[in-house]
């Protein structure tokens, strides 16, 4: 089977999607969980469209939605978005070309070579774990270094990834096997992806952020794993684009680097020699220091002593400049926020902007920020107009955690700054939705900048945050309707869910509308299906587990039910996405069966919505007595999200720190979902 036709296989798709929702890369799937939830609902129908587009050549990317985030240095990193259906057709192509990839490499992994490691077809994740890969790199560092090769040079790349040419790529693939049809397809979605937006393509770089393109850099990268020096003895090890060499002489060092730098040459790619620093090894703690930082994954927070780890983060940051990034963001991560540490971040800020992400996550974790804090961020956002996306992660820490006038303060500042069709992509997003929370965005302005914004990225991320409460019913039908014709995919999935949620069917003529929104509602029973013979709630189990008996749920939930089918379509799409989300949306669904089986059995008492935790509390009351199964679904999916980092500081019970809820709840939660349902069902409720 020829290569374009293997990518285009269904089975390939859906690997390609269950690998990006499976993806540890945190930062990159906060821009996309909510699209991701979309396009979950109607997954089969737009995987097999989506094929099908392939197969017909009339699939056609969209451009990426460029954001610039600050480096070290003060420049610029280019991090790409790109739409769900781009992300799940980009995956789809490296999956193909991992398994052509590993068998040459994969006697390498470890040793010599420790990121981006593919993990294999039958895999939960692309990657294998990137902390064994980190670990294997410091331990193999320090045995070079207790061998006797204590001579030292770091081989670093220029813009590895920007300058990739994709010629050179070409080559490499035709290396490993691959036909001329899928390079040059391959290649021509990546000079959509890695254009900047201003009209200007060329043939060279690949996206920054997307799961794949560790990957695919590594088809290139792997040309330097070969060298090879007659009568030399020495250690190369490679982590991503950072080339560490070890030598037991300088001399046969420098003729290492001499090597690698006739190789970069080879296949265009530039060496940072402001960078490269042949060295003896004096202390080898210090010299690990200095590997390339990993990738933010979401990080599990431990119990942890709150005065050690400021005394640490202090140590790690003299003269706030820190010394070590990787720790010390570890470490932030742990941190409980205190005044002490705030005023310090925002002195280390000054030096390291690039830190902007991990500072806001730490001041997220304010429910309020305290009046000094609160006015600092508020001067922060107003002076730092360098950096776009600092700016706007700064917005996003500071909706709903300033005080009243703080709030307005910020809110008449940021109006002044709306621009919509001139700003970038991250800042727009945050001050539109804080400028709709606060209500300084009229409903026309909104409907405009849903429909008229450059990116397709902030149009679906602003349908997702308008809401009727403080736009009107007509302004979200008019947002529906312009959204659902939009030219891109994430949009269209947005305002056909936002048509859900308001139960309006845009008018109009089906083929002018974006296939995702007609799937996505033909999928949940709007369209095309007899409202009485579709039933949300039964559809949705039925995708997370088919072993769910099914039920009138409507007999169930009565005036309730339109309610409760909202939030079982959005449970179960988030159960493959993010699962503390999930967890979250269940107990808010426990809550709504509860309130159900109350009224449906008047004999156990009165129960008041919102307040679960009264029957949660009395094991041996009248409905855990009589409903034990249901009282154990709701038990246990409450206690998980009580003791979830989403939703609490600490455990009450223990005092320790809540943590992430693992996938390995998920098991769970179908199985208590069966019984309970079964319960139900056995009562005649159903």
């Known amino acids: 089977m020829a290569d374009l036709d293997q990518l285009r296989q269904p089975d390939n798709l859906r690997r390609a999607w269950r690998w990006l929702r499976s993806n540890p890369d945190a930062a990159y799937k906060s821009y996309f969980r909510s699209l991701y939830q979309r396009y979950a609902i109607a997954e089969n129908a737009s995987l097999d469209d989506l094929s099908d587009r392939l197969k017909r050549g009339i699939y056609e990317p969209e451009p990426s939605t460029k954001l610039f985030h600050p480096k070290a240095s003060g420049i610029l990193r280019p991090y790409s978005l790109l739409s769900v259906e781009d992300q799940i057709v980009y995956q789809a192509a490296l999956n193909l070309i991992a398994e052509k990839l590993?068998?040459?490499?994969?006697?390498?992994?470890?040793?010599?070579?420790?990121?981006?490691?593919?993990?294999?077809?039958?895999?939960?994740?692309?990657?294998?774990?990137?902390?064994?890969?980190?670990?294997?790199?410091?331990?193999?560092?320090?045995?070079?270094?207790?061998?006797?090769?204590?001579?030292?040079?770091?081989?670093?790349?220029?813009?590895?990834?920007?300058?990739?040419?994709?010629?050179?790529?070409?080559?490499?693939?035709?290396?490993?096997?691959?036909?001329?049809?899928?390079?040059?397809?391959?290649?021509?979605?990546?000079?959509?992806?890695?254009?900047?937006?201003?009209?200007?393509?060329?043939?060279?770089?690949?996206?920054?952020?997307?799961?794949?393109?560790?990957?695919?850099?590594?088809?290139?990268?792997?040309?330097?794993?070969?060298?090879?020096?007659?009568?030399?003895?020495?250690?190369?090890?490679?982590?991503?684009?950072?080339?560490?060499?070890?030598?037991?002489?300088?001399?046969?060092?420098?003729?290492?680097?001499?090597?690698?730098?006739?190789?970069?040459?080879?296949?265009?790619?530039?060496?940072?020699?402001?960078?490269?620093?042949?060295?003896?090894?004096?202390?080898?703690?210090?010299?690990?220091?200095?590997?390339?930082?990993?990738?933010?994954?979401?990080?599990?927070?431990?119990?942890?002593?709150?005065?050690?780890?400021?005394?640490?983060?202090?140590?790690?940051?003299?003269?706030?400049?820190?010394?070590?990034?990787?720790?010390?963001?570890?470490?932030?991560?742990?941190?409980?926020?205190?005044?002490?540490?705030?005023?310090?971040l925002w002195r280390i800020m000054e030096h390291h902007p690039e830190i902007y992400r991990s500072v806001c996550n730490y001041l997220k974790r304010y429910a309020k920020l305290p009046r000094v804090a609160g006015a600092k961020l508020v001067e922060v956002i107003k002076t730092n107009g360098l950096y776009a996306s600092v700016r706007a992660e700064f917005i996003s820490a500071a909706d709903c955690r300033l005080d009243a006038a703080q709030d307005r303060k910020l809110a008449r500042m940021l109006k002044k700054l709306w621009t919509p069709r001139s700003m970038s992509a991250d800042l727009q997003v945050a001050i539109g939705r804080y400028l709709m929370r606060t209500g300084d965005l009229s409903a026309t302005q909104v409907a405009y900048a849903c429909r008229a914004a450059p990116s397709w990225w902030t149009r679906a991320s602003l349908i997702e945050v308008a809401v009727p409460a403080s736009l009107g019913a007509t302004a979200i039908r008019q947002i529906v309707e312009d959204g659902v014709k939009d030219d891109g995919t994430d949009p269209a999935l947005a305002a056909g869910w936002k048509g859900f949620e308001s139960a309006f069917v845009p008018a109009g003529k089906r083929k002018d509308w974006k296939k995702a929104a007609e799937l996505l509602l033909r999928e949940l029973g709007m369209i095309q299906r007899s409202t009485a013979g579709h039933c949300g709630i039964n559809n949705a189990l039925a995708k997370l587990d088919v072993r769910i008996p099914t039920g009138n749920w409507k007999k169930l939930f009565g005036t309730r039910y339109f309610q409760a089918e909202l939030q079982a379509i959005e449970t179960v799409a988030a159960s493959g996405v993010n699962i503390t989300g999930f967890v979250n949306l269940l107990d808010v669904f426990d809550d709504l069966l509860i309130d159900a089986v109350y009224k449906a059995d008047p004999a156990i008492g009165n129960y008041t919505l919102g307040g679960i935790g009264s029957v949660l509390h009395a094991p041996t009351g009248r409905f855990a007595v009589k409903y034990p199964d249901t009282y154990e679904l709701a038990k246990e999916v409450h206690d998980r999200r009580y003791e979830s980092l989403a939703s609490h500081p600490l455990i009450k019970r223990t005092g320790k720190p809540t943590k992430r809820i693992s996938y390995k709840f998920l098991p769970t939660a179908k199985r208590l979902l069966r019984e309970s349902i079964a319960e139900l069902k056995a009562a005649g409720f159903l």
């Open 102 to 344: 590993q068998p040459r490499v994969v006697q390498r992994y470890n040793k010599s070579v420790f990121g981006h490691l593919y993990a294999g077809k039958t895999s939960t994740w692309f990657y294998r774990k990137w902390t064994e890969g980190y670990k294997a790199f410091n331990q193999a560092t320090e045995k070079a270094f207790a061998d006797g090769y204590v001579y030292t040079a770091s081989f670093d790349l220029t813009a590895c990834y920007d300058s990739l040419d994709h010629r050179v790529l070409k080559h490499f693939l035709s290396k490993l096997g691959f036909d001329p049809d899928f390079c040059a397809k391959l290649t021509e979605w990546l000079e959509k992806w890695t254009a900047t937006g201003r009209g200007i393509f060329h043939n060279h770089g690949i996206p920054q952020g997307p799961l794949s393109s560790g990957l695919l850099s590594e088809v290139v990268l792997s040309y330097f794993d070969d060298l090879k020096l007659k009568h030399s003895d020495f250690r190369y090890l490679r982590y991503v684009d950072d080339i560490r060499l070890f030598a037991k002489d300088e001399h046969t060092l420098r003729r290492l680097l001499v090597r690698l730098d006739e190789m970069s040459k080879d296949i265009g790619l530039f060496p940072q020699s402001g960078k490269i620093r042949i060295h003896r090894i004096t202390n080898i703690v210090e010299e690990l220091k200095s590997v390339s930082n990993p990738p933010e994954a979401a990080i599990t927070r431990q119990f942890t002593d709150q005065q050690k780890l400021l005394a640490r983060i202090k140590e790690l940051t003299p003269r706030y400049q820190i010394t070590n990034a990787t720790r010390f963001k570890y470490l932030l991560a742990h941190a409980t926020p205190s005044a002490l540490l705030t005023a310090r």
